[in-house]
């Protein structure tokens, strides 16, 4: 689709996902397309259970989509591709609980990285989620908090080129909250990386974001595609009291909700989920004058 | 809640260890006044028990090396094979779905056989003997490792297998830092009881078609009517079944406790 693009990181195209149980089908994705350019930001916004987890789990290489593609640099992903972090939106579950903070960190290295080189990135990674002092701890002895940082940090030790993260500040309260989205608009600008963030929470998004893109509720499609144009600096207060930021929270919020109330005329539509047909759903997909909402809000 | 009184009183060991003492002399007391030749006192018993087997040049005597140490090997040898068959099975079947699914009702009844049951068919296959003895206890006790390694390893959370995916930890690195870690439980609670069965099929088989060992032994007092020595060879494996329990559990401590990652 647009595979042409040069800096053209990750493309989602009409992808759908399915889960059978038993009789009964859930679609999750029903011809979902996206695109992210190469160093972008993109917040996916969307309400609970909409699919948003799914999503990143086809851009993994976790989960095959049932029909249509994922592109990474122009590749179709088949299986976990190169150059990825990934931080689950369960990292409780996703750390090792019995190895300690700094073999957490390891673990996501390259197996034939040597161990100088392993200890180096290692810590250097524990030392900008602020957590060297840590390293020799158990993940069952730090905060929810600290223990996000522990899978950011491994993300971040394997410097990928590609982050994906499933509403890593999701549990933690809300200083922590605020240090820990402040800690990848750092890193972000000290690693060259593409980030793609899930999250439901609007201000997060667009505090974090060069572009939020606001999901439907399941099956998930684009209600709208909104460039932050914001500068990458960014300050809890400062930013948070822009104009640019009131007013693309509202825009947001709007659209979240529309989604919503469309879904509610969603059901029962006839054809709806069937190949091919889109539905209802105002924007799915992303050529340019398809229905999505496009905004590009300069200071 | 535990009752805070008392409660740590019992956990003292000396305080255990003095009731297991009473006993011991309430026994001394009951058996010196009944005076019956079926149950001597347990000085008697330990007299004998000393005589026959640790007043050897050193420490253990010849007829030690005959009875006791063939029976210890036995056990910990065929408990270490079932630990290794179990173990290396069990993470096949636990992390391979189909060989699970296709081998879950043949488990389920070689399972459920008693163990002793096949104790005759291992005579004619080995002859009485330490390979016979061998194929009993691992038989009857690769089940409780194999199917607990299964389950543990079954049971790995799938967003820790999905982090190992997407880091690419796969192979024998994903066995050693993820799986083996995750199912460590389960499998160290099936090899505790495996050493429990190990010790009770070493006594049934050697009871049962054996030339040596503590149940051979057993067997041999009995049959000569030489009831402190019958005793005595109950004892010893009594002990042997402690020292045998209570190594392992230092082990576990160890390997639980410790950085396995
Ligand atoms: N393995 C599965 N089997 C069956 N249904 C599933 C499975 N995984 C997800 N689903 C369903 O798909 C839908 C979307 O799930 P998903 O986890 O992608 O949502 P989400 O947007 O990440 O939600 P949340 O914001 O709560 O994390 C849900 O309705 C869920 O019940
Ligand atoms: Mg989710």
Not at chain 1, 188 to 198: I, N
Request: glycine share 10%.
């Amino acid at each position: 689709m647009r595979g042409d693009l040069v800096g053209s990181m990750v493309e989602v195209d009409d992808v759908a996902v399915a889960f059978r149980d038993g009789r009964s089908t859930t679609t999750v994705l029903d011809g979902l397309s996206l695109h992210v350019e190469r160093d972008e930001v993109v917040c996916l916004l969307g309400p609970s259970g909409c699919g948003k987890s799914t999503l990143l789990r086809c851009l993994a290489g976790l989960r095959a989509p049932d029909r249509g593609e994922v592109r990474l640099r122009g590749e179709p992903v088949r299986g976990v591709p190169d150059g990825l972090g990934v931080v689950f939106q369960d990292y409780g579950r996703s750390l090792l609980p019995w190895s300690t903070v700094a073999r957490n960190v390891e673990f996501g290295l390259a197996a034939d990285l040597d161990r100088s080189t392993r200890r180096a990135r290692t810590e250097e990674a524990l030392e900008a989620v602020g957590l060297a002092d840590a390293a020799g701890r158990r993940p069952g002895q730090l905060s929810g908090g600290m223990q996000q940082r522990v899978a950011i940090a491994r993300a971040l030790a394997r410097r990928p080129d590609l982050l994906l993260m499933d509403e890593p500040f999701a549990s933690v309260d809300a200083l922590t909250r605020a240090d820990l989205e402040d800690l990848l608009v750092r890193v972000r600008r000290e690693y060259a990386m593409t980030v793609v963030l899930v999250t439901h929470d609007i201000d997060e998004s667009i505090y974090l974001a060069d572009r939020v893109v606001v999901l439907s509720p399941r099956p998930a499609a684009v209600v709208a595609d909104l460039a932050v144009g914001l500068p990458r600096e960014r300050d809890q207060i400062a930013t948070r009291e822009s104009e640019v930021f009131v007013h693309l929270r509202a825009q947001a919020a709007e659209l979240l909700r529309s989604g919503l109330s469309r879904s509610g005329a969603h059901h029962g539509h006839p054809g709806v989920g069937e190949r091919g047909e889109r539905g209802p759903v105002v924007g799915v997909g992303d050529d340019p004058g398809d229905g999505v909402q496009r905004e590009h809000l300069e200071r | 809640m535990e009752p805070r009184v008392g409660g740590g009183l019992v956990t003292r060991p000396l305080v255990r260890w003095g009731v297991f003492a009473l006993v011991v002399v309430v026994w001394e007391l009951v058996a010196r006044a009944a005076g019956s030749a079926f149950f001597p006192p347990p000085t008697a018993i330990a007299q004998v028990g000393w005589r026959t087997w640790f007043s050897g040049p050193a420490v253990l005597t010849e007829a030690a090396w005959a009875d006791v140490v063939p029976s210890v090997l036995r056990v910990v040898v065929g408990w270490g094979l079932s630990a290794v068959i179990g173990i290396a099975v069990g993470l096949l079947l636990g992390r391979s779905r189909r060989a699970g699914e296709y081998l879950a009702p043949l488990l389920a009844f070689a399972r459920a056989l008693p163990p002793p049951v096949l104790i005759p068919v291992f005579v004619i296959l080995f002859a009485a003997g330490t390979p016979m003895q061998l194929a009993v206890i691992v038989f009857g006790t690769v089940w409780p490792v194999l199917l607990n390694t299964a389950d543990g390893a079954r049971g790995v959370d799938p967003v820790t297998m999905d982090t190992a995916e997407v880091y690419r930890v796969t192979g024998f690195r994903r066995l050693r830092r993820v799986i083996l870690p995750a199912a460590a439980p389960r499998i160290v609670a099936g090899l505790r009881v495996s050493l429990s069965l190990a010790l009770i099929l070493m006594v049934v088989s050697e009871l049962m078609a054996s030339t040596s060992g503590l149940g051979h032994q057993l067997v041999v007092a009995q049959r000569g009517f030489d009831f402190p020595a019958m005793w005595a060879a109950i004892v010893l494996l009594g002990v042997v079944g402690y020292a045998l329990n209570a190594a392992l559990l230092g082990v576990e401590r160890r390997a639980l406790g410790r950085s396995t990652g």
